[in-house]
């Protein structure tokens, strides 16, 4: 008897919940703005990424809305914390589509956070783009493109590209080592893409080796790699096994520059591998605050004054651009109409943004700049940007 | 002579291996111990090398101390942890069937690990490189300073734990509770105690193989004792376990091993080797290089 009560409140608490919503409707298609859903990592394990990326995010609209907004409409942000976690993900994406109405959902950061919210998206047909979110099957999955999901970051291959380009280009190396994590598809993915642009070009790979995280010593694989005399180590791992890995080779008298990933990218590395060792090293990233382009010198600056003098972090700078490749798919779209904006946001060419300009591929991800990083004395300088060919 | 020539890769492989076995063998040790006088593998044994270099990373960087009185902190604090452990996990089960308290062991093991991850976060902590950061290049043979003081170390505790298992009086109730405990207690020695001293012994040798092996890749992170943990397991049945010479020449053999496969053969087959190893000694020779076969007591 008591579990029939439950399920008569239940049904009735539902049927009163759509009523509810149902009125929702009426009052957010008559208002006179432009609302954009948020659903992020606000807390949790992944808060660093969201948090970042709602600044970011929060910047861009500040100043649209004081240049008039879009389409004369004013934009509005209703953003909902998913606490890192797949289900409230979900939750929060259901909730910003059946209630507030929003015409696009931007994020999560994190790439299980948005494998989570894709299928409702699909089936209310509102398009999410993903700031930060790198795994491939975001955008496509089982070699089909997603039709309402798109990013606003470069996926991991795409580096292995950048890579190879700077290793030919820049460095002008006739053969390379590789070392490459066997236990990560991040690391394996980008040196397939390496492997397979230098054979292009006609640089060999002397040495192929492979280590796994949590390995501590790789002294036996750098002797060996030592003794084929490459004019360059490619590590594409993180930052925990890279840091022993370029003091142990620079302790055996490798000297040679040593290059890798975004992986790269965390304090630990100077400290663990120390500062002197680190020189003649480099790595990919999205986007570097010392960049002196104009644009860039401008973000940099506006997001200071915005933020206390803090300094925009990667996943701020990505979500700032991904902000306005929303705007502009809304501006060309004509109307909040979210099928309208998932047309717009695909066919996105050439569009100048602050690191650069982006334009969609038919995965749905972008094709843009990469800038290398290079450590001087244990800090990171800007050594170059590469554009996509 | 060209420093890339095969020998000179040989010798330096070498050199790499006895320097990575030595490790190997500093944990071995204190499995080995536990295992000869209680017959327990204590699967918590690398865990507790984790502690340890926690500890000692601690006493370092926020109590300022230096490293070998960190160390010291480090050796005793673990023993007393080893010696809760033993009391809370293993002591319950004493006369429960040997595979439970080995559920028990891994029980432990997991608990620190994962404990770990949500007391300091699975980040790795930089560990300041307290061993110096020296290298001798012998005519192209490359020698680290720490790896000389690890490997030194390992050498000193092996001597001095053989001295006190061989000659002291603890030792020599030590060999006798691992003899026949019932009979040992007859005898007036209460066997309860002659365990804790054990795991006391050989909790203190996995906290300074965790500080030093800190101080040496200064990196240090609450699943570091996992692999280094089982490789040592390897070396110790390698060597025969119970044994203490045989975990030194078991860590050896295995960190030889290991750099002769990836750098002449191949990386990726490092640790397949490393287990085909356990694999096959457990099969030809069960009781290690320097054991001898004994039937089970009944």
Same mark, same amino acid.
């Given at each position: 008897?008591?579990?029939?009560?439950?399920?008569?409140?239940?049904?009735?608490?539902?049927?009163?919940?759509?009523?509810?919503?149902?009125?929702?409707?009426?009052?957010?298609?008559?208002?006179?703005?432009?609302?954009?859903?948020?659903?992020?990592?606000?807390?949790?394990?992944?808060?660093?990424?969201?948090?970042?990326?709602?600044?970011?995010?929060?910047?861009?609209?500040?100043?649209?809305?004081?240049?008039?907004?879009?389409?004369?409409?004013?934009?509005?942000?209703?953003?909902?914390?998913?606490?890192?976690?797949?289900?409230?993900?979900?939750?929060?994406?259901?909730?910003?589509?059946?209630?507030?109405?929003?015409?696009?959902?931007?994020?999560?950061?994190?790439?299980?956070?948005?494998?989570?919210?894709?299928?409702?998206?699909?089936?209310?047909?509102?398009?999410?783009?993903?700031?930060?979110?790198?795994?491939?099957?975001?955008?496509?999955?089982?070699?089909?493109?997603?039709?309402?999901? *798109?990013?606003?970051?470069?996926?991991?291959?795409?580096?292995?590209?950048?890579?190879?380009?700077?290793?030919?280009?820049?460095?002008?190396?006739?053969?390379?080592?590789?070392?490459?994590?066997?236990?990560?598809?991040?690391?394996?993915?980008?040196?397939?893409?390496?492997?397979?642009?230098?054979?292009?070009?006609?640089?060999?790979?002397?040495?192929?080796?492979?280590?796994?995280?949590?390995?501590?010593?790789?002294?036996?694989?750098?002797?060996?790699?030592?003794?084929?005399?490459?004019?360059?180590?490619?590590?594409?791992?993180?930052?925990?096994?890279?840091?022993?890995?370029?003091?142990?080779?620079?302790?055996?008298?490798?000297?040679?520059?040593?290059?890798?990933?975004?992986?790269?990218?965390?304090?630990?590395?100077?400290?663990?591998?120390?500062?002197?060792?680190?020189?003649?090293?480099? *790595?990919?990233?999205?986007?570097?605050?010392?960049?002196?382009?104009?644009?860039?010198?401008?973000?940099?600056?506006? *997001?200071?004054?915005?933020?206390?003098?803090?300094?925009?972090? *990667?996943?701020?700078?990505?979500?700032?651009?991904?902000?306005?490749?929303?705007?502009?798919?809304?501006?060309?779209?004509?109307?909040?109409?979210?099928?309208?904006?998932?047309?717009?946001?695909?066919?996105?060419?050439?569009?100048?943004?602050?690191?650069?300009?982006?334009?969609?591929?038919?995965?749905?991800?972008?094709?843009?700049?990469?800038?290398?990083?290079?450590?001087?004395?244990?800090?990171?300088?800007?050594?170059?940007?590469?554009?996509?060919? | 002579?060209?420093?890339?020539?095969?020998?000179?890769?040989?010798?330096?492989?070498?050199?790499?291996?006895?320097?990575?076995?030595?490790?190997?063998?500093?944990?071995?040790?204190?499995?080995? &111990?536990?295992?000869?006088?209680?017959?327990?593998?204590?699967?918590?044994?690398? =865990?507790?090398?984790?502690?340890?270099?926690?500890?000692?990373?601690?006493?370092?960087?926020?109590?300022?101390?230096?490293?070998?009185?960190?160390?010291?902190?480090?050796?005793?604090?673990?023993?007393?942890?080893?010696?809760?452990?033993?009391?809370?996990?293993?002591?319950?089960?004493?006369?429960?069937?040997?595979?439970?308290?080995?559920?028990?062991?891994?029980?432990?093991?997991?608990?620190?690990?994962?404990?770990?991850?949500?007391?300091?976060?699975?980040?790795?902590?930089?560990?300041?490189?307290?061993?110096?950061?020296?290298?001798?290049?012998?005519?192209?043979?490359?020698?680290?300073?720490?790896?000389?003081?690890?490997?030194?170390?390992?050498?000193?505790?092996?001597?001095?734990?053989?001295?006190?298992?061989?000659?002291?009086?603890?030792?020599?109730?030590?060999?006798?509770?691992?003899?026949?405990?019932?009979?040992?207690?007859?005898?007036?020695?209460?066997?309860?105690?002659?365990?804790?001293?054990?795991?006391?012994?050989?909790?203190?040798?996995?906290?300074?193989?965790?500080?030093?092996?800190?101080?040496?890749?200064?990196?240090?992170?609450?699943? &570091?004792?996992?692999?280094?943990?089982?490789?040592?397991?390897?070396?110790?049945?390698?060597?025969?376990?119970?044994?203490?010479?045989?975990?030194?020449?078991?860590?050896?053999?295995?960190?030889?091993?290991?750099?002769?496969?990836?750098?002449?053969?191949?990386?990726?087959?490092? =640790?397949?080797?490393?287990?085909?190893?356990?694999?096959?000694?457990?099969?030809?020779?069960?009781?290690?290089?320097?054991?001898?076969?004994?039937?089970?007591?009944?």
């Amino acid at each position: 008897m008591k579990s029939k009560k439950l399920i008569c409140l239940v049904a009735v608490v539902a049927m009163l919940t759509s009523l509810l919503s149902g009125c929702g409707q009426q009052s957010a298609n008559d208002s006179n703005v432009i609302k954009i859903g948020v659903n992020m990592e606000m807390t949790g394990g992944a808060a660093t990424y969201g948090t970042a990326a709602v600044d970011g995010l929060k910047l861009a609209v500040k100043e649209v809305n004081a240049k008039g907004g879009i389409n004369g409409k004013k934009v509005e942000l209703v953003i909902v914390d998913n606490k890192s976690d797949a289900a409230e993900s979900t939750n929060a994406i259901t909730k910003l589509i059946t209630d507030d109405k929003v015409c696009a959902v931007f994020g999560p950061a994190t790439t299980s956070a948005v494998l989570a919210e894709i299928q409702v998206s699909e089936d209310n047909k509102v398009p999410i783009l993903a700031p930060l979110a790198t795994g491939a099957i975001v955008t496509v999955d089982k070699g089909a493109v997603r039709p309402f999901a *798109f990013r606003a970051c470069f996926i991991d291959p795409f580096q292995g590209k950048v890579l190879a380009e700077f290793l030919k280009k820049d460095l002008a190396v006739k053969n390379v080592a590789m070392l490459v994590d066997n236990s990560s598809d991040y690391s394996k993915g980008i040196a397939a893409v390496i492997t397979e642009d230098l054979a292009k070009s006609g640089v060999t790979v002397v040495a192929n080796e492979a280590y796994l995280q949590k390995d501590q010593d790789f002294k036996a694989t750098l002797t060996k790699i030592k003794a084929k005399n490459p004019q360059a180590l490619v590590v594409p791992g993180y930052a925990e096994e890279a840091a022993k890995i370029v003091k142990q080779a620079r302790e055996l008298g490798i000297t040679c520059p040593i290059v890798g990933a975004d992986g790269w990218d965390s304090p630990i590395l100077v400290e663990v591998a120390g500062a002197k060792n680190m020189n003649n090293t480099y *790595f990919t990233n999205h986007y570097s605050s010392q960049d002196p382009d104009p644009a860039v010198r401008k973000f940099v600056e506006d *997001f200071k004054a915005e933020y206390n003098g803090k300094e925009p972090s *990667f996943a701020a700078a990505i979500s700032y651009d991904g902000a306005y490749l929303l705007f502009d798919a809304i501006k060309r779209a004509g109307s909040a109409d979210p099928e309208k904006i998932t047309a717009a946001l695909a066919n996105t060419k050439d569009l100048q943004l602050m690191m650069g300009k982006l334009s969609m591929d038919a995965n749905h991800n972008p094709l843009k700049s990469a800038v290398i990083i290079e450590y001087k004395d244990g800090k990171q300088s800007m050594k170059t940007k590469i554009q996509p060919n | 002579m060209e420093s890339n020539s095969i020998v000179m890769q040989i010798v330096q492989q070498c050199v790499n291996g006895i320097m990575l076995g030595s490790i190997y063998a500093l944990l071995a040790l204190g499995y080995t &111990m536990v295992y000869g006088i209680i017959r327990l593998i204590n699967f918590a044994h690398g =865990d507790i090398f984790m502690v340890g270099a926690y500890v000692c990373f601690f006493a370092i960087t926020t109590f300022h101390l230096p490293f070998f009185a960190a160390l010291i902190v480090a050796m005793i604090l673990s023993a007393a942890l080893g010696v809760l452990i033993e009391k809370i996990a293993y002591k319950p089960l004493r006369n429960a069937p040997r595979i439970a308290v080995l559920i028990s062991a891994i029980g432990v093991s997991l608990l620190l690990e994962y404990g770990g991850v949500a007391l300091l976060t699975a980040q790795p902590r930089f560990f300041p490189p307290a061993l110096g950061e020296v290298i001798f290049d012998i005519g192209g043979i490359i020698i680290n300073g720490p790896q000389i003081i690890i490997l030194a170390v390992s050498v000193v505790l092996m001597i001095a734990l053989t001295y006190v298992i061989k000659f002291t009086t603890v030792g020599k109730a030590m060999r006798a509770v691992s003899f026949d405990a019932e009979a040992a207690s007859l005898m007036g020695i209460n066997p309860n105690r002659i365990i804790s001293a054990t795991f006391a012994i050989g909790s203190a040798l996995a906290a300074a193989a965790g500080g030093l092996i800190g101080a040496y890749y200064n990196s240090i992170d609450p699943l &570091m004792g996992v692999m280094p943990g089982i490789k040592a397991f390897v070396a110790a049945v390698l060597g025969g376990i119970g044994i203490m010479p045989g975990a030194m020449l078991g860590g050896v053999i295995l960190g030889v091993v290991e750099s002769f496969v990836s750098g002449f053969w191949s990386s990726t087959y490092r =640790d397949v080797v490393a287990f085909a190893i356990l694999i096959i000694i457990l099969i030809v020779k069960p009781a290690g290089l320097l054991g001898k076969y004994r039937g089970e007591k009944v």
